[in-house]
T-cell receptor, first 114, second 114 residues
């Protein structure tokens, strides 16, 4: 079945440390991939997206993600985490261009230690 | 610019009651959708619409109805509320109907069914 998987439910990092959040997808073809962030009590905000071309994409707030076709992965990274990055992060993929179904992973909650 | 507006923000219902969750966007977006967010399950698509007068089912449509009489509004109706529908509901919109457009999310409606 087509799916998006985020293996880590909860991650804790120290402020200033680097961050990598994992995302794997299961599709026959390369889907269009997104990372969203959700602060407590808020809706989701787009961090970055991958459609084609350069496999390393830059997003807002200093985040980047790398698409690796061989590993079916689209991991999110940040070199130095700030306390304000504490939130829940969702990886998502479009299933079909005609029906516009966006499929989400289960989410990863990021806690930042001072 | 209001973006995507959801009302109410919080609601408590009794089992069997009906209600409508409102969603309005002021960006002239063609595509609108409803998701529910449950712990550990990410966001799951309930219904979506690619334009006024056109709606279709997502992953979890049972117990919900939608209509799209205008471009701006996309209400979600719970016909007979059940405790399993306790969730946080998000409305989203995007320009066009293809996979290229990121979703703009409302702040959510937190619904409890007793």
């Amino acid at each position: 079945a087509q799916s998006v998987t985020q293996p880590d439910i909860h991650i804790t990092v120290s402020e200033g440390a680097s961050l990598e959040l994992r995302c794997n997808y299961s599709y026959g073809a390369t889907p269009y991939l997104f990372w969203y962030v959700q602060s407590p009590g808020q809706g989701l905000q787009l961090l970055l997206k991958y459609f084609s071309g350069d496999t390393l994409v830059q997003g807002i707030k200093g985040f980047e993600a790398e698409f690796k076709r061989s590993q079916s992965s689209f991991n999110l990274r940040k070199p130095s985490v700030h306390w304000s990055d504490a939130a829940e992060y969702f990886c998502a993929a479009w299933v079909s261009s005609n029906t516009g179904k966006l499929i989400f992973g289960q989410g990863t909650t990021l806690q930042v230690k001072p | 610019n209001a973006g995507v507006t959801q009302t109410p923000k919080f609601q408590v219902l009794k089992t069997g009651q009906s209600m409508t969750l409102q969603c309005a966007q002021d960006m002239n977006h063609e595509y609108m959708s409803w998701y529910r967010q449950d712990p550990g399950m990410g966001l799951r698509l309930i219904h979506y619409s690619v334009g006024a007068g056109i709606t279709d089912q997502g992953e979890v449509p049972n117990g919900y109805n939608v209509s799209r009489s205008t471009t701006e509004d996309f209400p979600l109706r719970l016909l007979s509320a059940a405790p399993s529908q306790t969730s946080v509901y998000f409305c989203a919109s995007s320009s066009g109907t293809g996979m290229y457009q990121p979703q703009h999310f409302g702040d959510g409606t937190r619904l409890s069914i007793l």
